[in-house]
């Protein structure tokens, strides 16, 4: 054993330095106050703006969008600058210590604004809450894809962060109703509230006790515009970053749809706090299992898996009906399990191939990298509400009722048709992924080789 910098205990092995168990939780601690944001941001933000702040939605959809579409530079320029940054404290501290305050103010001015606070408003306060998250989450990322060079070890990082996330959603989904919360205003509130209250105190320990690899000392960096045509030229990459696409899209569907799949298939507007219940927590506890399987068949291999377990269960929800609610429960607890391998194996996956890039290039461009994915996630989940719904409108389906077998029909291709189909895809494209462990292992080795001589 030794004592590392920033107070950090390592055990040393073969392949790579052993993170302890403590400093894995301690990485991983800021990952739950993460994923709570994402639920006030993504659910409640349009209703409370539109509703209290008396904006029209079109208003609402407008402002955000624009955000959003800003991210499309936002994204890789804080990936980039994150991975050539210089500084005693390493890398990617900087920034998420940075990222603190932006966050906090953009999301206590988002959801505590004045009285008469207008569009211009909404724009700066989430345009601070989001760009302060993509300053705080890219680094973070990048960060764990760097604590360690070894295969298995790193879909043991992912899966502690990634499990943490779940976890924050999941209580996101609770402390509302157990604390006996209606109003989107004052769930949003809470929400905020805990989320800066637990991600202060997990952030500033997490960077003060886990190290910050430092990387290989590069005289000249490219620019960002060379690095993205690099980037671009790494094949597993590029099949790898389809893929995020295609599952993002595959998840955005159901999730945005499930509301009205309660209200307009099941007639039953009030079960989904349960099979949400039942999804989050069975999220959470497949972790583990997965990380089981990934360490003996394979990352890629795992995702597949669990791919074609959620392809398969989705494709019985036509039978809820005839069956009974429960059946939608153990729906959602196979769906729920393969979100929890959505969270936890990509990122492995993508440390991995950074690795490849690094061999090619030179540079350890790990920002720039989930950057990427990070974009890649977002347009999926934005395209999957925005083909969805305007397709439904057109077949005639109303959020009001009164829809007919082919506007129910046009709801459930939407909802489990085409994301099972998504699925299958996707598992399509990660048969034969490129890198596995003894490829990962191979690439290690030249990339030591190469340092070596240098």
């Given at each position: 054993m030794r004592r590392a910098r920033g107070g950090a205990f390592f055990q040393k092995s073969a392949a790579s330095l052993t993170l302890s168990r403590r400093i894995l939780l301690i990485y991983a601690a800021p990952a739950m106050p993460l994923g709570m944001l994402g639920l006030p941001l993504l659910v409640y933000l349009p209703a409370f703006w539109a509703g209290k702040m008396g904006l029209s939605?079109?208003?609402?959809?407008?402002?955000?969008?624009?955000?959003?579409?800003?991210?499309?530079?936002?994204?890789?320029?804080?990936?980039r600058l994150s991975d050539t940054s210089k500084s005693r404290f390493g890398r990617r501290k900087l920034?998420?210590?940075?990222?603190?305050?932006?966050?906090?103010?953009?999301?206590?001015?988002?959801?505590?604004?004045?009285?008469?606070?207008?569009?211009?408003?909404?724009?700066?306060?989430?345009?601070?809450?989001?760009?302060?998250?993509?300053?705080?989450?890219?680094?973070?990322?990048?960060?764990?894809a760097e604590l360690s060079t070894d295969y298995k070890e790193r879909q043991t990082i992912t899966s502690f962060r990634e499990g943490g996330?779940?976890?924050?959603?999941?209580?996101?989904?609770?402390?509302?109703?157990?604390?006996?919360?209606?109003?989107t205003a004052g769930g949003a509130q809470l929400l905020v509230v805990m989320t800066i209250s637990l991600a202060?105190?997990?952030?500033?320990?997490?960077?003060?006790?886990?190290p910050d690899p430092p990387p290989r000392r590069v005289e000249n960096p490219v620019s960002l515009l060379v690095a993205v045509r690099v980037g671009a030229g790494n094949r597993p990459f590029r099949r790898l970053i389809v893929t995020w696409f295609l599952d993002g899209l595959s998840n955005g569907l159901p999730a945005g749809l499930f509301l009205l799949v309660c209200a307009q298939f099941l007639h039953n507007d009030k079960i989904h706090g349960p099979l949400l219940l039942v999804y989050f927590a069975a999220g959470v506890f497949s972790v583990p299992g997965w990380l089981w399987l990934a360490r003996r068949i394979g990352k890629h291999r795992t995702w597949?898996?669990?791919?074609?377990?959620?392809?398969?269960?989705?494709?019985?929800?036509?039978?809820?009906?005839?069956?009974?609610?429960?059946?939608?429960?153990l729906i959602s607890l196979f769906t729920g399990a393969g979100l929890g391998a959505d969270f936890t194996i990509p990122p492995a996956i993508q440390a991995d191939v950074i690795d490849l890039d690094e061999l090619q290039s030179g540079e350890r461009r790990a920002g720039l990298?989930?950057?990427?994915?990070?974009?890649?996630?977002?347009?999926?989940?934005f395209l999957a509400i925005g083909i969805a719904l305007p397709l439904l409108q057109w077949a005639?389906?109303?959020?009001?009722?009164?829809?007919?077998?082919?506007?129910?029909?046009?709801?459930?291709?939407?909802?489990?048709?085409?994301?099972?189909?998504?699925?299958?895809?996707?598992?399509?494209?990660?048969?034969?992924?490129?890198?596995?462990?003894?490829?990962?292992?191979?690439?290690?080795?030249?990339?030591?080789?190469?340092?070596?001589?240098?």
């Open positions: 939605l079109a208003t609402v959809g407008l402002v955000l969008g624009l955000v959003r579409a800003m991210d499309v530079l936002v994204d890789p320029t804080i990936g920034f998420i210590a940075a990222a603190i305050p932006v966050a906090v103010m953009g999301a206590l001015g988002l959801f505590f604004p004045p009285a008469h606070a207008g569009a211009a408003w909404l724009f700066v306060f989430y345009a601070l809450v989001t760009w302060g998250w993509t300053m705080l989450s890219i680094p973070f990322w990048a960060w764990g996330t779940i976890i924050g959603i999941l209580i996101a989904a609770l402390a509302p109703v157990v604390l006996g919360i209606t109003s202060t105190p997990t952030v500033f320990l997490a960077l003060a006790a886990v597949v898996v669990s791919l074609l377990i959620t392809a398969f269960a989705f494709s019985f929800v036509p039978l809820v009906p005839r069956v009974g609610i429960w059946f939608f429960a990298f989930f950057a990427a994915s990070t974009m890649a996630q977002k347009a999926g989940n005639g389906f109303s959020t009001h009722g009164g829809n007919g077998p082919l506007q129910i029909a046009a709801l459930l291709v939407m909802y489990c048709g085409v994301p099972s189909l998504l699925k299958l895809f996707c598992a399509l494209l990660l048969r034969g992924f490129p890198i596995g462990e003894s490829e990962q292992r191979r690439v290690r080795e030249q990339i030591a080789a190469r340092t070596a001589a240098a």
